[in-house]
């Protein structure tokens, strides 16, 4: 039986507050809202900061640290990044990590013969299991193995119902790390209309949830937005707050934003550019230039929510030490 997780003692916040005066920006005609970045990478290294004194203080004492393992199977090239993303904030912060490399053809059995031996590991707090996985591997009975106290992806059953219900638990890191970079820049989110474009499990329906809470950031009344969805831009173009995590580059254009909006653009896709020595360009899910000088806040691509879901990570690998050793 799982026990609900909690917040660790001294760590009830959502982030310890840190002031970032709004860049000034020149008005762009004809919009006469003055437009502030949202910096995940400024804010990312905050949450980081205070991690890394407080895991400096266990240390300090001879207490255990956090440790996270990191299970990766195949070579899908973009899942190499993430993962290797996460190894080096464990080591920036002062976690321990430990990354498990599987080939393509491992079984599924395989598999969560591992991750069980890892559930009842005592050095082990957290598990993350990176997706997508190769076809022959059930993502959902992998994600049902992991023990809910060391989830720290935030996927499991047990801890999505208690998101659901409004209970402590580990939320998913890029959900939580929005809900992070909100409070961190003091967003109005009290009565505000939120539409969410984008329905899946990973950011989608707890990005709804999150928002529609009584918490702060929360107390949005919220539209999800999805394939099926008739008259979405005339939803849009009603929203204080828009969240867009389709994956469809460029999809939110200027004239689905109404002016002073928030804009929340989850979106990250690889581009062919000839102009790139790379080859291609990051592009997310918002026409950026175009709908920028419109909006309150945004968030740019890169740089702004892929770094605060690394850092809403490391916050719940440090909740699920703590909650095991401390609480």
């Known amino acids: 039986m799982c026990k609900r997780p909690g917040e660790p003692k001294n760590n009830d916040q959502y982030l310890i507050s840190m002031q970032h005066p709004p860049p000034k920006m020149p008005l762009r005609s004809p919009y006469l809202c003055r437009m502030q970045i949202l910096n995940g990478k400024e804010t990312a290294q905050a949450i980081k900061d205070s991690l890394k004194l407080e895991v400096a203080q266990l240390a300090s004492r001879g207490a255990p640290v956090p440790h996270l393992v990191a299970i990766l199977v195949g070579n899908n090239g973009a899942s190499e990044t993430y993962v290797a993303s996460k190894v080096k904030a464990c080591h920036e912060v002062g976690f321990k990590s430990t ?15 591992i991750i069980r031996g890892l559930n009842i590991d005592p050095d082990v707090d957290g598990i993350l299991v990176q997706l997508p996985l190769p076809a022959h591997i059930s993502a959902e009975e992998v994600i049902n193995t992991i023990d809910c106290n060391k989830d720290v992806d935030g996927f499991h059953p047990n801890n999505v119902g208690r998101m659901v219900l409004g209970q402590p638990t580990f939320v998913p890191a890029t959900p939580y790390g929005i809900m992070l970079m909100l409070e961190h820049y003091k967003v109005e989110t009290r009565g505000k209309h939120a539409v969410v474009i984008g329905r899946s499990n990973i950011v989608g329906r707890p990005m ?59 979106g990250i896709t690889r581009v062919d550019d ?9 592009s997310g899910d918002v026409d950026f230039t175009d709908v920028a000088p419109k909006c309150s806040f945004i968030t740019p691509v890169p740089g702004g929510v892929g770094p605060m879901t690394i850092a809403a990570l490391m916050k719940n690998t440090f909740r699920a030490c703590a909650m095991k050793h401390y609480d």
């Open 274 to 282: 000839p102009t790139k020595k790379s080859g291609y360009r990051i």
């Open 208 to 266: 709804s949830i999150l928002l529609s809470g009584s918490s702060n950031p929360g107390n949005c009344t919220v539209t999800i937005c999805h394939s099926s969805t008739k008259n979405l831009e005339e939803i849009c173009q009603s929203a204080d707050i828009i969240v867009a995590a389709l994956g469809r580059p460029g999809f939110v254009k200027a004239d689905m934003v109404k002016e002073g909006a928030v804009v929340i653009d989850v």
């Open 99 to 113: 990354l498990i490399r599987l080939e393509e053809e491992t079984s599924e059995l395989k598999l969560l013969e």
